[in-house]
């Protein structure tokens, strides 16, 4: 069912990401209601063709397809079916590994709320890919997932530490970069950056935070270190680091507290 789901909303992300980019370009336009993501109709990107039920069901319809336009015979990228599955992936290892509770209601709307924080956080990793930039009509609608799923877990529990964690770990995380914009007066980071760093503190708390800083540090690093042995790398080249957040934030929640522990045993803290 997760799995399903996931394909699905997949989907929808694709379509949420192009639909923000194109209204982003067409603002004074008479065609942005066109690219409207409650009212558009699904389009091919290169012809504006309406599709049918048939072009899109996730993955299936792409490889019926070969990849290409039913109507105007251009390439439809790899990236549709790439992300559905992606999406599938991370919503059925959300399930699997969910580090809390799934005996009442309350904690399912707590994963529910995370799954489409996973969807904006999937939608914001493509976007910042695409265009090096964290578009605040993302950035925004999930931190007020953030709140509501610290309510939520608050609300399960009864532990004023949850809202506590959530404050100290926003403070921290979007402290952290925001110092880091303001030094550097936005040339080590972008300002999409720090509102994201605010936001991912809130549904993190401040343990985890420090483990998706570290965990963002070391995948970009391990980035640059390939790049620099595929002789891709040079000094002008502009990687975001939102994705490698998003990455480490993601590994973080379900997963993190496994690496707080071991940490704490091996450093005699516990």
């Known amino acids: 069912m997760f799995a399903v789901f996931g394909l699905a909303l997949g989907s929808f992300t694709n379509a ?146 949850v809202l506590f964690n959530a404050f100290i770990g926003s403070v921290v995380f979007g402290g952290f970069f925001y110092g880091m914009y303001q030094i550097s007066q936005g040339k080590w980071i972008g300002g999409g950056d720090v509102r994201l760093g605010f936001v991912l503190g809130i549904i993190l708390g401040w343990q985890k935070s420090l483990l998706c800083l570290s965990l963002a540090a070391y995948l970009g690093t391990l980035l640059i270190v390939v790049l620099v042995v595929l002789k891709k790398y040079h000094r002008k080249l502009k990687v975001p680091f939102g994705p490698f957040l998003l990455v480490a934030a993601f590994i973080a929640m379900l997963f993190g507290q496994h690496f707080i522990d071991w940490y704490l045993r091996i450093s005699g803290l516990r």
């Open 16 to 161: 949420l990401v192009w639909r923000i980019h194109k209204q982003s370009q067409n603002k004074k336009s008479k065609q942005s209601d066109k690219f409207s993501i409650m009212k558009g109709r699904s389009m091919c990107t290169s012809c504006g063709h309406q599709l049918s039920a048939a072009d899109l069901v996730p993955v299936l319809s792409w490889t019926a397809l070969k990849g290409k336009c039913r109507y105007c015979k251009k390439p439809i990228s790899w990236q549709y079916p790439a992300v559905e599955l992606l999406t599938a992936v991370l919503f059925v290892t959300s399930y699997l590994f969910w580090p809390f509770s799934l005996n009442s209601v309350q904690d399912y709307i707590g994963l529910a709320l995370w799954l489409v924080a996973v969807i904006s956080g999937v939608a914001m990793t493509l976007y910042d890919l695409k265009w090096m930039i964290l578009p605040n009509r993302l950035v925004y609608p999930t931190g007020g997932l953030a709140l509501a799923f610290t309510i939520t877990r608050f609300f399960i529990t009864g532990d004023t530490q």
